[in-house]
């Protein structure tokens, strides 16, 4: 007799019951540790603390020690027997320096003619 009264009380209230979930109005979910708080943007950029003139003039403070470094690679590549396992470590290390100073000078290059456009 009580399982039927429990479900004549249970069915009606199942019945009208949307099976659809509904979110919660009242405003967002607390948020319960630092780990998972917003990160907001800061309300100004910050400026970086390296510009890129600065890294540019790096580069070509480093130049001379690259030549040098190339000079001394050549030299090795010149001297290493082609059945060497080294020498293509070397041919590679000295291609390398070869970039790292084109990539340089190209900046260089787009600098000098930003200054001069009028």
């Not at 039927?4 to 659809?20: C, E, F, N, Q, S």
Request: glycine share 2%; charged share 30%; aromatic share 4%.
């Amino acid at each position: 007799m009580s399982k039927l009264v429990l479900l004549a009380i249970l069915v009606p209230l199942v019945a009208r019951a949307d099976g659809r979930y509904r979110r919660d109005a009242r405003g967002p979910t607390p948020v319960l540790s630092e780990r998972v708080k917003p990160r907001h943007a800061p309300a100004t950029p910050a400026k970086p603390a390296v510009t890129a003139a600065d890294v540019l003039r790096g580069e070509l403070v480093v130049e001379p020690v690259r030549a040098e470094q190339a000079a001394l690679l050549e030299k090795l590549v010149r001297d290493t027997p082609d059945d060497d396992p080294q020498k293509p470590e070397l041919a590679f290390r000295l291609a390398e320096l070869y970039a790292a100073a084109a990539r340089a000078w190209h900046l260089e290059a787009i600098a000098r003619t930003l200054q001069a456009a009028p």
